[in-house]
Protein backbone atom coordinates (compact mmCIF):
# COMPACT_ATOMS: atom_id res chain seq x y z
CA UNK A 1 0.00 0.00 0.00
CA UNK A 2 1.37 3.55 -1.14
CA UNK A 3 -0.43 6.37 0.74
CA UNK A 4 -1.05 8.44 -2.67
CA UNK A 5 -2.21 12.11 -3.07
CA UNK A 6 -2.94 12.15 -6.54
CA UNK A 7 -2.49 10.37 -9.95
CA UNK A 8 -1.59 12.40 -12.60
CA UNK A 9 -1.76 11.26 -16.42
CA UNK A 10 0.10 12.73 -19.17
CA UNK A 11 1.86 15.16 -17.43
CA UNK A 12 5.06 16.90 -19.27
CA UNK A 13 6.45 18.42 -15.95
CA UNK A 14 7.31 15.33 -14.07
CA UNK A 15 10.42 13.80 -17.05
CA UNK A 16 10.40 13.55 -20.70
CA UNK A 17 7.30 12.65 -22.87
CA UNK A 18 3.99 11.64 -21.30
CA UNK A 19 4.43 10.66 -17.77
CA UNK A 20 1.71 8.72 -15.37
CA UNK A 21 3.21 10.57 -12.05
CA UNK A 22 2.24 8.74 -8.97
CA UNK A 23 2.20 11.69 -6.18
CA UNK A 24 2.33 9.99 -2.71
CA UNK A 25 2.19 11.47 0.29
CA UNK A 26 4.81 12.28 2.97
CA UNK A 27 7.99 14.21 3.00
CA UNK A 28 9.71 15.35 5.85
CA UNK A 29 12.42 17.63 3.57
CA UNK A 30 10.62 20.10 4.24
CA UNK A 31 12.48 22.35 2.16
CA UNK A 32 11.61 26.05 1.91
CA UNK A 33 9.86 27.29 -1.37
CA UNK A 34 9.10 23.70 -2.21
CA UNK A 35 6.23 23.84 -4.89
CA UNK A 36 4.28 20.98 -3.52
CA UNK A 37 4.59 21.74 0.69
CA UNK A 38 0.48 19.66 0.79
CA UNK A 39 2.32 16.70 0.33
CA UNK A 40 4.69 16.68 3.67
CA UNK A 41 2.05 14.96 5.64
CA UNK A 42 1.64 11.45 5.40
CA UNK A 43 -1.88 11.27 6.56
CA UNK A 44 -3.19 13.36 3.51
CA UNK A 45 -2.70 10.59 1.56
CA UNK A 46 -5.52 8.04 0.63
CA UNK A 47 -3.95 4.23 0.65
CA UNK A 48 -3.73 2.54 -2.44
CA UNK A 49 -2.65 -0.95 -3.20
CA UNK A 50 -0.33 -1.62 -6.28
CA UNK A 51 -3.21 -3.37 -8.54
CA UNK A 52 -5.44 -0.21 -8.14
CA UNK A 53 -2.62 1.92 -9.33
CA UNK A 54 -1.37 -0.33 -11.66
CA UNK A 55 -4.37 0.01 -13.41
CA UNK A 56 -3.84 3.38 -13.51
CA UNK A 57 -0.90 3.18 -15.41
CA UNK A 58 -1.96 0.47 -17.76
CA UNK A 59 -4.91 2.48 -18.28
CA UNK A 60 -2.34 5.40 -20.37
CA UNK A 61 -0.44 2.93 -22.50
CA UNK A 62 1.51 5.51 -24.16
CA UNK A 63 2.77 7.28 -20.99
CA UNK A 64 6.16 6.34 -18.87
CA UNK A 65 5.77 6.39 -15.41
CA UNK A 66 6.92 8.98 -12.50
CA UNK A 67 7.22 8.58 -8.79
CA UNK A 68 7.18 11.96 -7.06
CA UNK A 69 5.29 13.76 -4.07
CA UNK A 70 6.02 14.15 -1.55
CA UNK A 71 9.26 11.83 -1.54
CA UNK A 72 8.95 8.21 -2.84
CA UNK A 73 11.56 6.90 -0.43
CA UNK A 74 9.97 7.79 2.54
CA UNK A 75 7.64 4.49 1.26
CA UNK A 76 10.02 2.44 -0.32
CA UNK A 77 8.74 -0.87 0.08
CA UNK A 78 4.98 0.25 -1.74
CA UNK A 79 7.13 1.96 -4.48
CA UNK A 80 9.58 -1.19 -4.76
CA UNK A 81 6.18 -3.47 -5.06
CA UNK A 82 4.90 -1.16 -7.69
CA UNK A 83 8.47 -0.72 -9.71
CA UNK A 84 8.22 -4.70 -9.52
CA UNK A 85 5.05 -4.59 -11.26
CA UNK A 86 5.25 -1.99 -13.67
CA UNK A 87 8.46 -4.11 -14.84
CA UNK A 88 6.59 -6.84 -14.88
CA UNK A 89 3.36 -6.11 -16.76
CA UNK A 90 4.57 -3.05 -19.26
CA UNK A 91 7.69 -1.59 -20.79
CA UNK A 92 7.44 1.75 -19.48
CA UNK A 93 10.51 3.31 -17.80
CA UNK A 94 10.72 4.91 -14.48
CA UNK A 95 11.91 8.33 -13.20
CA UNK A 96 11.62 8.83 -9.35
CA UNK A 97 11.93 12.60 -7.50
CA UNK A 98 13.65 12.77 -4.21
CA UNK A 99 14.89 15.20 -1.58
CA UNK A 100 17.46 12.52 -0.69
CA UNK A 101 21.09 12.21 -2.44
CA UNK A 102 21.61 9.28 -4.23
CA UNK A 103 24.79 8.35 -1.98
CA UNK A 104 22.31 8.35 0.97
CA UNK A 105 20.07 6.03 -0.70
CA UNK A 106 22.24 2.99 -1.73
CA UNK A 107 23.76 2.83 1.72
CA UNK A 108 19.98 1.98 3.08
CA UNK A 109 18.75 -1.62 2.09
CA UNK A 110 14.90 -0.82 1.38
CA UNK A 111 15.99 2.35 -0.23
CA UNK A 112 19.06 0.95 -2.85
CA UNK A 113 16.30 -1.82 -3.71
CA UNK A 114 13.71 0.37 -4.99
CA UNK A 115 16.80 2.19 -7.09
CA UNK A 116 17.51 -1.34 -8.29
CA UNK A 117 14.08 -1.00 -10.33
CA UNK A 118 14.31 3.08 -11.29
CA UNK A 119 15.74 4.30 -14.54
CA UNK A 120 16.43 7.92 -13.65
CA UNK A 121 16.34 9.30 -10.23
CA UNK A 122 16.64 13.18 -9.70
CA UNK A 123 18.10 13.11 -6.23
CA UNK A 124 18.69 16.28 -4.04
CA UNK A 125 16.67 18.88 -1.80
CA UNK A 126 15.37 21.78 -3.45
CA UNK A 127 17.44 24.63 -2.12
CA UNK A 128 15.44 27.73 -2.81
CA UNK A 129 18.63 29.97 -3.20
CA UNK A 130 20.01 27.73 -6.35
CA UNK A 131 16.78 27.67 -7.66
CA UNK A 132 17.07 27.83 -11.56
CA UNK A 133 13.58 27.73 -13.65
CA UNK A 134 16.36 26.64 -16.93
CA UNK A 135 16.56 23.44 -15.59
CA UNK A 136 14.99 20.61 -16.98
CA UNK A 137 12.41 18.68 -14.71
CA UNK A 138 14.62 20.24 -11.50
CA UNK A 139 13.84 22.96 -9.93
CA UNK A 140 17.09 23.98 -8.05
CA UNK A 141 21.12 23.59 -9.41
CA UNK A 142 22.64 21.46 -6.68
CA UNK A 143 19.91 18.09 -8.21
CA UNK A 144 21.36 15.93 -9.89
CA UNK A 145 19.50 13.78 -12.81
CA UNK A 146 21.17 10.61 -12.13
CA UNK A 147 21.14 6.99 -14.63
CA UNK A 148 20.55 4.63 -11.92
CA UNK A 149 21.46 1.45 -13.33
CA UNK A 150 24.80 2.27 -15.32
CA UNK A 151 25.75 4.37 -11.39
CA UNK A 152 25.03 0.78 -9.87
CA UNK A 153 27.15 -0.65 -12.55
CA UNK A 154 29.93 1.45 -12.04
CA UNK A 155 30.11 2.28 -8.42
CA UNK A 156 29.47 6.11 -8.97
CA UNK A 157 27.15 8.48 -9.89
CA UNK A 158 26.46 8.67 -13.71
CA UNK A 159 24.64 12.32 -14.47
CA UNK A 160 22.56 12.83 -17.70
CA UNK A 161 22.93 15.66 -19.30
CA UNK A 162 19.94 18.10 -20.91
CA UNK A 163 20.71 16.63 -23.86
CA UNK A 164 20.54 13.19 -22.81
CA UNK A 165 17.18 13.61 -20.83
CA UNK A 166 15.81 15.43 -24.11
CA UNK A 167 16.59 12.48 -26.05
CA UNK A 168 15.09 10.05 -24.02
Not at 67 to 90: H, N, S, W, Y
Not at 112 to 137: K, Q, T, Y
Amino acid sequence: MISVLDIVHDTMVDGPGFRTSVYCAGCSHACPGCHNPQSWDMEAGHRLSTDDIMREIISDPFANVTFTGGDPMFQAVGFLDLAKAIRRETDKNIWCFTGFRFEQLVAKAEQRALLEHVDVLMDGPFILSLRNPDLLFRGSSNQRAILVGESLRQGRVVELSDEDILSM
